[in-house]
């Protein structure tokens, strides 16, 4: 089937979720006229299909662009339309949702195809350093924060490339740069994408982002001494990395063996961060350590917790309160809770509320979807509808105050009847190697691309 692209195209399907999918296609398909992709898949983000992956970015071979169908309908597109290879191009996936996607292709009569980091990771001219994980929600964004800080500390223009959340018009979001709030507002960017963003935007830098990489990467080039790669999910990076970083959860032990692509990080890193070892059961520290030192034995290993604070202890001690957790993390990233009840209960809430009778509209359908969801609402925002169905749930839940453990914030997107108390967290390093070492070491890895830069 696909050898008979000597006498036709093949036709292609991409199975994705808003980020790599384009990516993929962009380095590997756009331009070759022996593959036609007649098709995305969107899975995972609520309200992202139905919209085509526009010419401008597709190319000349796609003048009227490439639609995006829901995954549901993954059977269908690959029977009307004569489907021969399908691509799964996106991340966060336990090993058994894998096998029955991979399964519903071939019972369907096309062939499976995953594209490798050979095929899809550019090369840059200035030093990478990647930050990766085992599985969504594992603390990436703290790891990446406290190299960001010693890099600036030793005097290096840090520009952050963040992994791709294309949720919205794609023609605008083709290259993004966000240096302020107003950048984000300009851009109308989703919840899940400030989650990311702010962080930087308060370390006064910026972050670049969007949908064709190769001009990410030129753009950022231009700004900066040293690549961070802050990747998303459990994705491996989109440029190739000098020294990488994969951060493991100790409160989800075996994922780091167990999901896709979380083992491929866990291979491919130069050093694994266990992080929240302050949270996890006895023994799950270990566990990681025998699966991590099985699978990739040379990796430096060092164990962290996760340093969880409030500004304000006693707008939640005593109190009722309602925890708003990061979407991806408590949604496809399967984890029951996040930063947001460890600090509700670590503060002395009286009572976290049970959300779930009070849900409307989205927040109600994710805790269809995801019902290991309890005792936390989801931050999902990807489209305004969603932002006012999680503003009414939060009003309807009979709470004192709100815990957000999400990075974004909340006040500046929707208006509650409860003051919202924000929670921060940092890593510790309290086992193996330091952060600075781990950075250290980067840097002497990258030797030669500084002298030169």
Do not use: C
Request: aromatic letters at 8%.
């Amino acid at each position: 089937m696909v050898l008979e692209a000597l006498t036709r195209p093949v036709k292609v399907l991409i199975m994705g979720a808003g980020g790599r999918d384009f990516h993929n296609f962009n380095v590997f398909f756009r331009g070759k006229p022996e593959y036609r992709v007649v098709a995305f898949t969107a899975a995972q983000i609520p309200g992202i299909a139905g919209r085509r992956y526009p010419p401008e970015l597709a190319g000349s071979l796609y003048p009227e662009g490439i639609p995006i169908v829901p995954e549901d309908e993954l059977e269908e597109v690959i029977k009307s339309h004569g489907v021969d290879l399908v691509v799964l191009a996106y991340s966060d996936l336990a090993y058994n949702s894998v096998g029955s996607k991979l399964s519903r292709v071939l019972a369907s009569g096309a062939s499976f195809m995953i594209l490798g980091p050979r095929d899809t990771m550019l090369q840059s001219s200035k030093p990478v350093v990647a930050v990766t994980a085992v599985r969504t929600g594992a603390g990436k964004s703290s790891v990446s924060r406290a190299i960001t800080r010693v890099l600036l500390s030793r005097g290096f223009r840090v520009a952050p490339i963040r992994h791709p959340m294309a949720y919205k018009d794609l023609r605008r979001a083709a290259v993004q740069k966000f240096s302020s709030y107003e950048d984000l507002d300009r851009y109308e960017v989703s919840v899940e994408e400030r989650e990311e963003y702010e962080q930087y935007i308060r370390m006064g830098l910026t972050v670049y982002a969007g949908v064709d990489y190769g001009r990410v990467l030129m753009e950022a080039e231009r700004e900066a001494d040293v690549i961070l790669w802050d990747g998303g999910n459990n994705d491996w990076p989109f440029i190739k990395p000098d020294y990488m970083i994969t951060v493991a959860d100790a409160m989800r032990p075996g994922q780091e063996v167990l999901s896709f692509p979380g083992e491929v990080n866990a291979r491919m890193a130069d050093a694994v961060v266990i992080n929240k070892a302050d949270q996890a059961r006895p023994g799950a520290v270990e566990e990681i350590k025998l699966n991590i030192a099985r699978v990739n034995p040379r990796a430096r290993i060092s164990v962290a917790e996760s340093v969880v604070e409030v500004d304000d202890p006693d707008a939640v001690r005593g109190k009722r309160v309602v925890v708003v957790e990061d979407s991806p993390t408590v949604t496809h990233g399967e984890a029951p809770y996040a930063a947001g009840y460890v600090a509700a209960v670590k503060y002395g809430a009286a009572e976290i509320v049970d959300p779930r009778p009070y849900a409307v509209g989205v927040i109600k359908r994710m805790y269809e979807e995801y019902p290991h969801m309890e005792r936390v609402v989801p931050s999902t925002g990807y489209t305004e509808r969603q932002l006012r169905d999680l503003e009414e749930t939060l009003k309807r839940i009979p709470a004192d105050v709100i815990v957000s453990g999400t990075p974004a914030d909340l006040s500046r997107l929707i208006s509650v009847d409860k003051p919202i108390v924000r929670v921060r967290f940092e890593v510790k390093v309290v086992e193996g190697p330091s952060i600075e070492e781990l950075v250290d070491e980067f840097l002497e890895r990258a030797k030669a691309k500084l002298e030169t830069a």
